[in-house]
């Protein structure tokens, strides 16, 4: 059904939603977007479905934005990179609005656009042994299109502390940031996603869905116009010196002019 993703619903109705390009790390590929976009509303739709895990395959929950395919937006006219950049932002509002609970089990590494997603779950659990960054800015480029979601989770204070820098953190601090909710040794996250998923199942469907709702409606908004506004300074960075030097360091191998 799916070119980068595996979906299956058990008995109970709980859909377990794996990113399914291991052999890159889940990078966030033109396919996998498409792809995410398109399985989160099946699933939103299908009264059948009481909540959603979200997890990778592989050594990695998602390694971010697939190079190659940031490496093409660059190289590409401007309509077909704001085309680009609006699916990518896109996608994560159509999971952001999921009207299902959507729960993170992340393991390995989630780095920038990886981190964007666990972001927009309702709460993830993450595997002790998790490295988590925004890395954007190493690369020349800005964590543009999740910004809204990644500062909505941890609040402005946290977010200066890890979303400029690039630097890497580990799940402790992750959870002390608000991306997790707890971490757990890597052979227990399965049945600790378990026990947050359980309850669910004594829950009214539609007014679990209400209740998500409602919490979109009382917290400050991600409106259209703000989309825009990170679609927008995705592209512009794409297009700078910067950003072209970055990726190009990446596919050489070597370091960026800025680095030591």
Same mark, same amino acid.
């Given at each position: 059904?799916?070119? %980068?993703?595996?979906?299956?619903?058990? %008995? #109970?109705?709980?859909?377990?939603?794996?990113?399914? #390009?291991?052999?890159?790390?889940?990078?966030?590929?033109?396919?996998?977007?498409?792809?995410l976009t398109q399985a989160a509303a099946r699933l939103g739709a299908d009264d059948a479905v009481r909540a959603v895990i979200l997890t990778g395959a @592989?050594?990695?929950?998602?390694?971010?934005?697939?190079?190659?395919?940031?490496r093409a937006q660059m190289a590409a006219d401007p309509e077909t990179r704001f085309t680009e950049a609006r699916k990518l932002a896109m996608m994560l509002q159509a999971l952001n609005t999921l009207p299902k609970p959507l729960i993170g089990a992340v393991q390995g590494n989630a780095f920038g656009g @990886?981190?964007?997603?666990?972001?927009?779950?309702?709460l993830a659990l993450g595997?002790?042994?998790l490295k988590m960054g925004?890395?954007?800015?190493?690369? @020349?480029?800005? $964590?543009? %299109?999740? @910004? $809204?979601?990644?500062? =909505?989770?941890?609040?402005? =204070?946290?977010?200066r502390r890890v979303f400029m820098s690039a630097r890497l953190f580990g799940a402790a601090e992750a959870v002390d940031l608000g991306l997790l909710a707890r971490a757990v040794p890597?052979?227990?996250?399965?049945e600790a996603v378990e026990a947050e998923i359980v309850p669910y199942l004594d829950c009214a469907p539609g007014a679990v869905a209400a209740a998500k709702q409602l919490i979109r409606d009382l917290a400050p908004p991600i409106t259209d116009e703000t989309i825009d506004r990170t679609i927008h300074a995705l592209v512009s960075r794409?297009? %700078?010196?910067?950003?072209?030097?970055?990726?190009?360091?990446?596919?050489?191998? #070597?370091?960026?002019?800025?680095? #030591?």
């Open positions: 059904m799916f070119e %980068t993703l595996d979906v299956h619903t058990d %008995t #109970r109705g709980i859909a377990t939603l794996t990113l399914n #390009r291991a052999e890159k790390h889940n990078a966030m590929s033109a396919a996998m977007i498409a792809d @592989g050594k990695s929950f998602c390694a971010g934005g697939d190079l190659s395919w940031m @990886g981190v964007g997603l666990v972001s927009v779950c309702d595997a002790d042994h925004l890395t954007e800015t190493r690369l @020349g480029l800005i $964590p543009a %299109t999740i @910004g $809204p979601y990644v500062v =909505a989770r941890m609040g402005e =204070a946290c977010a890597a052979d227990d996250l399965a794409w297009e %700078t010196d910067e950003a072209k030097e970055g990726i190009a360091a990446f596919f050489d191998k #070597r370091k960026a002019a800025w680095m #030591r």
